[in-house]
């Protein structure tokens, strides 16, 4: 089966996105399990608010040289990628592109202001949404455009953050060498401080019912996606600019000769894993600094991520015909053209295993633990998927956003007509 072959009856569908996101939706619960786990400086170290043993070190370095940040950037690649495609699609079939794809990235928008009100503080569907907006009013710009300004924007935004964090992180490290000055002491300790009283109003928090979660995330953080998707758009954007290009060039549709996606595949993977492991190399010997590593996984890694995720990618697509015969490869799939039910879905089991309305875990599972929890979500994510999509042609939350762009043409056609 070629990348560009339908798959279950549905010849609309590029089976390489299907696989890759497949892969990417599995890879995301390695990373946001410590969010779920809580509290979420987790999601910096695995050494806050208590110090931990050599075995949670570990597992947490497994997810940040494997997953930490890939994952991600392979997903904001893959959602540039189908604004793409969709677009193409709809001005194929006579329907204005832009027009359909923004209703659509209206309803994620809505979508993912309920995932994080109902569920999830880290949501990232309202944050695709709204900077797949600004890719979608650009993809039309020529190639070599294009690229300038993701490298622009990721460069000089990356740039100025980490040249902003720099003497706080300088402060942290000479704190630790016993070299610190008054300021510098004071200054890392009101750091710390936030850290601490964010992760006790977290606990206390998250070890409530349902309905006093959500009120208190419209009460006190009304306006958190807004920030996140202000704090990550010089990310993301260039990620979908990158994979609106890609998909331009025929990379995802296996047009790319197999020895450049072998080469690119292998360097920009090695390159990639490489720089992140010289990074591991600092940052495990001091137990991961807080600070430090905010500034590393906000701003300070982008070029690792995104080598690693694009060679991910390439490696990918160049196993796409041989996997897409396989079992392992089919479940994997089904997983990527269910990959927005599955999201929602596991942010639904997770906050029912950790959270007060639950089984009321958070803050009691250590890194090492929560890979026990990412096995049972990717197991789920696995074993419903294609039994699922034997029976039914689309995910049901796919299904559901389909029928609200379809409603809208139904609509359209029916004031044309008159």
Known sequence: MRPT???AGDPGRVVSLDLIRGVAVLGILAINIAGFA??????????????????????????????????????????GASISLFCEKADARGDFGELLQVRRLSWLM?????????????????????CGIAALLLRRLPT???????????????????????????????VRLGTATLDQQRSVLARLDLYWDESARETALYKQGFIEIALAKMREDPFWLVIMAG?????????????????????????????????????????????????????????????????????GLIVPHVLTAFGYAALLVLATPALSRTVAGTWLIAAGRMAFSNYLGTSLVMTAI?????????????????????????????????????????????????????????????????
């Open 5 to 7: 072959e339908a798959v």
């Open 38 to 79: 809580g509290p979420s400086v987790g999601t910096l170290t695995p050494n806050l608010p208590q110090r931990v043993d050599f075995a949670d070190e570990a597992a947490w370095a497994f997810g940040f040289v494997f997953f930490e940040g890939k994952m991600r950037a392979l997903f904001a690649i893959l959602f």
């Open 110 to 130: 809505l979508f993912g202001m309920l995932h994080y009100v109902l569920l999830w503080w880290g949501d990232i569907l309202f944050v695709y949404a709204a």
């Open 144 to 174: 070599g455009l294009l690229l300038g300004l993701a490298v622009t924007i990721a460069a000089s935004g990356g740039l100025l953050n980490v040249l902003a964090d720099m003497p706080l992180v300088e402060a942290e490290e000479a």
């Open 231 to 299: 704090s990550t758009f010089g990310e993301v954007l260039p990620l979908m600019i990158l994979g609106t290009v890609l998909q331009r060039h025929g990379f995802f549709a296996g047009a790319w000769p197999r020895s450049r996606l072998i080469a690119i595949g292998m360097i920009a993977t090695i390159a990639g894993l490489a720089m992140t492991l010289m990074v591991l190399g600092w940052a495990w010997p001091r137990h991961f600094p807080p600070i430090a590593m905010s500034m590393l996984l906000t701003n």
């Open 354 to 418: 950790f959270y007060g309305w639950g089984l009321d875990l958070f803050g009691t599972v250590g890194p090492a633990r929560q890979w026990l929890f990412v096995l049972l979500g990717w197991v789920l994510m696995l074993g419903w998927s294609k039994p699922w999509l034997d029976r039914y042609r689309s995910g049901p939350l796919e299904w559901l956003w389909r029928s609200l762009i379809a409603r809208k043409l139904l609509d359209n056609g029916r004031k044309t007509a008159k």
